[in-house]
């Protein structure tokens, strides 16, 4: 149905998000940029939709900025992409279990150019083949090399380096200092 009154449709739309919309639209007036924006709105019916509104400004003569856009019902994207998040939370809970009752250590990290690292997961399997917890190492990033026999760390470092930088997958075989 065609909204007669402008305050109307401000009160379909989700109050959280008010504030968001009003600021690309003030950045989009004072800018005259396009502006690009997603939300939700309750119409009277109660579905919740989602809208995705596209506008261009123009100014008139006078200085006013006018646009020209589009809104989109959005709706059916957007519960594919919530089905998807719960499908990928759940697909990744599932496999968190299956690598964390694995008796193996199962590490994943991030290696920079300048040789930094991070750390984004250790499995529980670690404190049976190291003696320290998955919480252990993700709080200290030195805990394992430090405690690679030093006779190793070289080998060790440089090829899992080497290994890493060339992305391809490698086996190394060290001596590591149990708790």
């Known amino acids: 149905t065609l909204i007669e009154d402008i305050s109307q449709a401000w009160e379909m739309v989700n109050p959280e998000e008010i504030k968001q919309i009003r600021q690309v639209i003030q950045h989009s007036a004072r800018t005259l940029e396009r502006f690009e924006v997603e939300f939700s709105v309750s119409p009277p019916s109660g579905d919740v939709r989602w809208i995705r509104a596209i506008s261009i400004p123009g100014q008139e003569a006078d200085g006013t900025v006018v646009w020209d ?86 080998t060790v470092f440089s090829d899992l380096i080497n290994d890493c930088l060339a992305e391809r997958s490698g086996i190394i075989e060290y001596r590591f200092q149990h708790k």
């Not at 994207?77 to 990744?92: C, G, I, V």
């Open 69 to 154: 856009g589009l809104m989109l019902d959005i709706t059916q994207r957007k519960q594919l992409e919530q089905s998807l998040e719960q499908s990928l939370a759940t697909s990744e809970a599932k496999l968190s279990q299956i690598l964390d009752r694995a008796i193996a250590s199962i590490v994943s990290f991030r290696l920079f150019a300048n040789h930094d690292w991070e750390y984004d997961y250790w499995s529980t399997g670690c404190e049976s083949l190291f003696g320290y917890t998955s919480q252990e190492f993700m709080a200290d990033k030195t805990l394992w090399h430090s405690r690679v026999v030093p006779e190793d760390w070289n």
